[in-house]
Structures are given as structure tokens and as C-alpha cells.
């Protein structure tokens, strides 16, 4: 009435069971190894946009050739930087920069555009562009009117003789240069001054 089950029969039953269990941890363990393929692609491709622009904010940098203030009234009512790129930097395009002009009685975040109290002007020295430096051998002057940012832009509203501005010009890429303006101690009569 009752069979017995001799043991090669048990043996594939277990041999069945072990198949089974062994292609479900096939199938976790190719799950697993695709979402971990994923996301170290996603952190690859995120560590590469990092990468590309921290080295953009330290690369490119703008380079001051020289300074010079227009005296009026007794004060240096216009700074004139003329500019270049650094050895290395990808194009600049200053239509995209801002100046923040901090002294000890006015701070102001300037644009591009017509020299004025929000504003600073631009204009290509030579043939080049008046917003964009392409080569090492491209210069721009950079005007900004101090007489409308310190004052109310009448002769001798400018920067007073010994007194300084800091500029903070920051590039399209986030990428930051500070120059100095320090205003001589003495005018003496004269029309322009380095600063």
C-alpha cells in the first residue's frame, strides 16, 4: 500500500531545489552589479563636471596690464584697467562678468554695458572684441565711473587723493581676480594717475 521513496528519488528533488536557489541568487547578484555599474557611472560623470569646473574657476583668471584714474575737480572720477586673459584660460567674455567696487563709503555689484553707477563700460584696445578675449594678445579696457558710484557724478565726486576701492571682478566661469585701486596722496595738478 505505501511506496518507499528510495534515496535517489530524494536526490533530485534536492537537486531541483538547489537549481532554483542557485539562479535566484544569479539573478540578485546581476541586479546588484547593474545598479552598482549605474551609479558609479552617474559619480564618474558627476566627478568629471565637478572637476572641469573647479579647474575652470583656478584657471581662468583675469590678468590687470594697468590701471589708470582720470582726475577731475581734485578726484579720480574714472578707473580705466586694461585686462587680459591668463596663460591658459579659456575665453573670457566680460558681458557675463560682474565687478563688485567696494570702498569706504559705497559698495556696488556692476555689469556690463555704458559706464555709470550700476554699470561698467568696455572697449577693445586694438582690433579685437570689446567684450571678449579669445587670445593671450587681447587686451580690453574696463571704465568705471566712480564719480556716479561715490557720488552724484559731478567733478571731484570721485575717489579722493590717498583714498582706495577694492574690485572684485568675477568671470563667467565663477572664477575670481582682485585688484586694488589706491588713489596717489597726492593729485599735484595732474590728469591721470596710476592707481
Do not use: C, H
Not at 566627478?47 to 583656478?58: C, I, K, R
Request: glycine share 14%; proline share 1%.
Amino acid at each position: 500500500m505505501f511506496e518507499k521513496f528510495t534515496s535517489e528519488d530524494d536526490r533530485g528533488q534536492v537537486g531541483i531545489g538547489t537549481l532554483i536557489i542557485f539562479i535566484a541568487l544569479v539573478l540578485v547578484a546581476a541586479v546588484a552589479a547593474g545598479v552598482l555599474v549605474q551609479t558609479s557611472g552617474l559619480l564618474q560623470a558627476q566627478a568629471e563636471n565637478t572637476g572641469q569646473d573647479a579647474q575652470s574657476e583656478v584657471g581662468n583668471q583675469i590678468s590687470v596690464v594697468s590701471a589708470t584714474g582720470t582726475v577731475n575737480g581734485g578726484a579720480v572720477d574714472q578707473v580705466d584697467l586694461v585686462v587680459k586673459k591668463s596663460a591658459g584660460s579659456d575665453p573670457l567674455d566680460l558681458s557675463d562678468a560682474t565687478i563688485e567696487y567696494t570702498s569706504d563709503t559705497a559698495t556696488q555689484t556692476l555689469t556690463q554695458g555704458s559706464a555709470g553707477s550700476d554699470a561698467f563700460g568696455t572697449s577693445s584696445v586694438g582690433s579685437g572684441s570689446d567684450t571678449v578675449m579669445s587670445d593671450n594678445g587681447d587686451r580690453i579696457t574696463v571704465t568705471i565711473d566712480t564719480s556716479n558710484i561715490e557720488g552724484d557724478g559731478t567733478a571731484g565726486s570721485g575717489l579722493a587723493a590717498g583714498e582706495e576701492a577694492t574690485l572684485r571682478i568675477v568671470d563667467q566661469s565663477g572664477a575670481t581676480t582682485i585688484y586694488g585701486v589706491n588713489v596717489p596722496d597726492s593729485l599735484g595738478g595732474r590728469d591721470y594717475v596710476t592707481v
